[in-house]
């Protein structure tokens, strides 16, 4: 006859123990074991306090293989589980053979405290003049690093032709603040010029009028709420200082699904969040993972927003002329326009702001026939980014 379930069985030393108890038995040893292997694991972390040190160490043997003054910025995570940063920005200003041997120098430093520690690395990501990659300790994602190439600026006079005279006087004027008012985005579009939109996001007719600029030919920026100091209207949801990177993302793709076929980013008012250099390094590598570029309104002298989007690879550029409509008459944009084209004629590319003002549009209906007469090109504000 087979055994029952439950029955009791002479064991090896003459007791008498149940079938079932073997399970219990079974289940508790590997519970312990399972237990144990837990706290292992968990011995085995890395605490916040010793990834910030690691950090730390990593910014300092960085320092030490790059040529002096080159930008190094950590960040530490805020909360525990969250990924300490680094980013190094090498200046592409000497031949290849010398660019590679500084990356080779870097990496070998970076390389030595990553061993001490026991990080382990994973396969780096090459985009543009981007290389970033992940370490990692008892395979946990724990730091990331960015090594940035970034080209040494040109002048501002922009690009000369064989007889040294400037290529072709170019500007770009972008009107902000879209979103509200259809009649004045049928305004802007009845003038005919290569002008670009920026819309605000969750306004009446944000979509509509972004689906149209872009079916009849105009770029579109998305005009990005962001906290400001001065008394400005807010929007509902803008960026502020102290956001997580996890909220940045959430919101910038929010505004995104509300003002469709967006090729570039502007931000609307600003003047606390732009020289924020803690949003400034959450924001820009959103954008550039979306592709995305970015002008920088520049409504603060205090701001580091364009110098932060160089920093991670995003194209970008900032206005460099006041703004068309700070008093908005027509007699005075018409002769703030004025001088924005002798600018670009002058001294080089030209990025204008204005706003949908009928005093705007009216000076620009009547001004923007001579630019072509003095030779200046109005291109989109895309054809400005670097």
């Not at 724990?142 to 090594?147: G, R």
């Not at 200082?241 to 008012?269: C, I, K, T, W």
């Given at each position: 006859m087979g055994r029952q379930p439950g029955s009791v069985q002479p064991n090896f030393?003459?007791?008498?123990?149940?079938?079932?108890?073997?399970?219990?038995?079974?289940?508790s040893f590997?519970?312990?074991?399972?237990?144990g292997g837990c706290k292992k694991r968990e011995e085995d972390r890395l605490t916040p306090a010793q990834v910030h040190q690691i950090t730390r160490d990593l910014a300092a043997a960085a320092s030490a293989a790059v040529p002096p003054g080159t930008p190094i910025k950590l960040r530490q995570g805020p909360q525990p589980g969250n990924n300490d940063y680094l980013r190094i920005v090498l200046k592409n200003d000497s031949t290849a053979d010398a660019q590679h041997a500084v990356v080779a120098k870097l990496m070998q430093s970076l390389n030595t405290v990553a061993t001490k520690n026991h990080l382990t690395q994973d396969p780096p990501t090459q985009t543009g003049d981007l290389l970033h990659f992940k370490l990692r300790h008892s395979g946990v994602p724990?730091?990331?690093?960015?090594?940035v190439t970034r080209a040494t600026p040109t002048s501002s006079a922009g690009a000369k032709n064989s007889g040294g005279k400037a290529a072709g006087a170019r500007l770009a004027i972008i009107i902000d603040d879209l979103g509200s008012d259809r009649a004045a985005a049928q305004a802007i579009f009845a003038l005919g010029y290569h002008l670009t939109i920026s819309v605000l996001p969750n306004h009446e007719h944000s979509m509509d009028i972004a689906k149209e600029a872009h079916r009849l030919g105009f770029q579109v920026m998305l005009h990005l709420p962001m906290q400001s100091v001065a008394n400005e209207t807010p929007e509902a949801q803008e960026l502020h200082?102290?956001?997580?990177?996890?909220?940045?993302?959430?919101?910038?793709?929010?505004?995104?699904?509300?003002?469709?076929?967006?090729?570039?980013?502007?931000?609307?008012?600003?003047?606390?969040?732009?020289?924020?250099?803690?949003?400034?390094?959450?924001?820009?590598p959103v954008l550039r993972d979306r592709h995305l570029f970015y002008v920088d309104s520049r409504t603060t002298a205090a701001t580091v927003a364009y110098d932060t989007a160089q920093d991670f690879g995003v194209r970008s550029a900032f206005r460099n002329v006041p703004f068309l409509d700070?008093?908005?008459e027509v007699a005075a944009v018409r002769k703030q326009l004025e001088l924005v084209l002798r600018?670009?004629?002058?001294?080089?590319?030209?990025?204008?702001?204005?706003?949908?003002?009928a005093s705007t549009l009216q000076a620009l209906g009547e001004v923007l026939p001579r630019a072509q007469e003095l030779g200046v090109h109005l291109v989109l504000a895309s054809e400005l980014v670097h």
């Open positions: 030393y003459g007791c008498r123990i149940k079938i079932s108890d073997f399970a219990l038995l079974g289940i590997l519970l312990a074991v399972l237990s724990t730091l990331e690093i960015e090594i200082p102290g956001m997580p990177a996890s909220e940045v993302a959430a919101l910038v793709d929010r505004f995104l699904q509300n003002v469709p076929d967006v090729a570039g980013v502007n931000n609307h008012q600003g003047s606390q969040a732009t020289a924020d250099a803690e949003l400034m390094d959450e924001l820009m700070d008093v908005a600018a670009a004629r002058e001294k080089g590319p030209v990025v204008a702001i204005g706003h949908p003002h």
